[in-house]
């Protein structure tokens, strides 16, 4: 392919291009503290403020150590950062960071409107927040808005459910909730079987409580857990209210297909069962220590022998039956040291309902036993 010849008014173009880049280079320097007015300017102003950093806001509450503010300890605040934002508008803008020792701060080229809301937020060396403050319902004009002093307090989220060592919490659907921290956009929870937060597991979230997901936590287990609320930068708090404990219930996949039926009134009704094993019904029971399992039944004749058979093996846990009548009086009862109850009541003086209790007589062989049931009269 034959190459192009540059023509002569082309070298000039560029060099007419360098000449005005050099220009426009140092006008740009000239003016770094008055930006060059575009149309958006026009219809635009800028924003400044004062910020006070509120040291009293922790007390009769147990968070951290009470900030200093500025300075570059873990809780002080070594710059300050700002976002301006408008809901109504879409419109958003990050203002700083500014050394904290400045006290104030502007940012500009906000569009002229009303609504406008102000977060601002103290980061320590470690960008950790220690600090947040909110001004709200702002208008911007042209020029320069001072909207004086902006108070912030310290930055963390207070903790509200389940309350400090709450026990018997489902480890499959453990809710945690908290209190809103202002100017936070969203929070991460951390749960961890050490009270030092260690090894924890870290969840995250823009609303103001959690489910954790089922399988994350074991059953029977102590756990400590605290929430962080996270900036609009990312940036974790430094402080948090407390650190909370719960623990976990046991498991409960040893409730058989016939509970809640621990009481009497919470019976589950057998009375058209005469004669059908419970494996044939909703499968085996289980005989669970300090659970019991009460049955009813409705016996239509005037008078006829009631036979109970309880099956299971002695040796996985000793099972024993109770026969009650409707008022709670245990009537009859079966409680070998061997394979199987069996209860035959001789009924009489019209129908009636009898209550069958199933209980795990000790754990010498274990928290749980399986048991076929199965009741007849004739
Ligand atoms: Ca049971
Ligand atoms: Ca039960
Ligand atoms: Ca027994």
Known sequence: MKALRMQPFVYKLIFKGIILAIVLGLLSCESTTEPIETQTDLESGSISFDVAWNQNSDV?????????????????????????????????????????????????GVPVGTGYTLLLYGHNDMDRTTYSGVQLDITINKGNNDIGTVTTNQFFAELSAPLDGTADIDPDSASFSWLYSSGAAEYQLWISESDDLSDHMEFETSELFFTVSDGSLDSDTTYYWTVFPIDPYGNRSWFYSAIYSFTTAGVTALDDNYEENDTQTMAYDLSSYSGVNLSDIAGYGNAVLD????????????????????????????????????FGNVIDESSSESDDEFISYDHTGGPATYYIKVYLFDDEFGDSNLYNLMWSAF
């Open 60 to 108: 009769g509450s147990d968070y951290q150590i009470k900030a200093v503010v500025c300075g570059i300890e873990s809780n002080e605040v070594a710059t300050v950062s700002a976002y301006i934002g408008n809901t109504g508008s879409d419109f958003g803008k990050f203002g700083g960071p500014w050394e904290c020792s400045a006290g104030s701060g502007i940012i500009s």
């Open 291 to 326: 659970d019991y399992d009460y049955y009813g039944i409705y016996v239509g004749w005037s008078s006829a022998t009631i036979s109970i058979d309880c099956n299971f093996l002695h040796t996985f846990g000793d099972i024993d039956i109770e026969l009650l009548d409707e």
